[in-house]
T-cell receptor, first 114, second 113 residues
Framework: DQQVKQNSPSLSVQEGRISILNCDYT??????FLWYKKYPAEGPTFLIS?????DKNEDGRFTVFLNKSAKHLSLHIVPSQPGDSAVYFC?????????????FGTGTRLKVLA | NAGVTQTPKFRVLKTGQSMTLLCAQD?????MYWYRQDPGMGLRLIHY???????AKGEVPDGYNVSRLKKQNFLLGLESAAPSQTSVYFC????????????FGSGTRLTVV
């Protein structure tokens, strides 16, 4: 039973436009949410995070929105650039699990078209 | 560069062979993790460690063993490889829970034939 879901396996966006990547979760106890970016043949790299006590966090072109009532978070990239083409994973942590681990979604492959 | 180093980067094994994947981090992180990435499955946790000398099972531990004899190293062993263990393996480490997340290694691509 997947607790973190990314229902869109892929997304194509024109350069300069907004990219919106979505993530849904089932566990209302998750306290931190992260987005990772992964290029081929490389490990995932941390992109941006948000605490469950906030509803928005912004870092340059990247903004993460959290809607706790809907158990939904999204990553907005504005403007999108060809270098943003990668696989994006969302991840969530459960403080009540007693362990320090994140649960990952299945990823969304973003392609930014020049 | 500081970070997480995985060796080897590629390996081909025959069914039934054994091997050990090595993960080393130089950031003095307490927590270390082994994940596998498969198409359509995302990243799934195999085993993890919350400190030197400790290990615990993750989501998909069967067929794997781990050891954390030194704080900086986390070893993943396959005693008798199976084709279902063909995957890309990622090691990660973290200082603590919360917004800091993990630092990942670059991965080991393992093929079992």
């Amino acid at each position: 039973d997947q607790q973190v879901k990314q229902n869109s396996p892929s997304l194509s966006v024109q350069e300069g436009r907004i990219s919106i990547l979505n993530c849904d979760y089932t566990n209302s106890m998750f306290d931190y949410f992260l987005w990772y970016k992964k290029y081929p043949a490389e490990g995932p790299t941390f992109l941006i995070s948000i605490s469950s006590i906030k509803d928005k966090n912004e870092d340059g072109r990247f903004t993460v929105f959290l809607n706790k009532s809907a158990k939904h978070l999204s990553l907005h990239i504005v403007p999108s650039q060809p270098g943003d083409s990668a696989v994006y994973f969302c991840a969530a942590s459960d403080p009540l699990s007693g362990t320090y681990k994140y649960i990952f979604g299945t990823g969304t492959r973003l392609k930014v078209l020049a | 560069n500081a970070g997480v180093t995985q060796t080897p980067k590629f390996r081909v094994l025959k069914t039934g062979q054994s091997m050990t994947l090595l993960c080393a981090q130089d950031m003095n992180h307490e927590y270390m993790y082994w994940y596998r990435q498969d198409p359509g499955m995302g990243l799934r946790l195999i085993h993890y460690s919350v400190g030197e000398g400790t290990t615990a099972k993750g989501e998909v531990p069967d067929g794997y063993n781990v050891s954390r004899l030194k704080k900086q190293n986390f070893l993943l062993g396959l005693e008798s490889a199976a084709p279902s263990q063909t995957s890309v393996y990622f090691c990660a480490s973290s200082y603590r829970q919360g917004s800091y997340g993990y630092t990942f290694g670059s991965g080991t691509r393992l093929t079992v034939v």
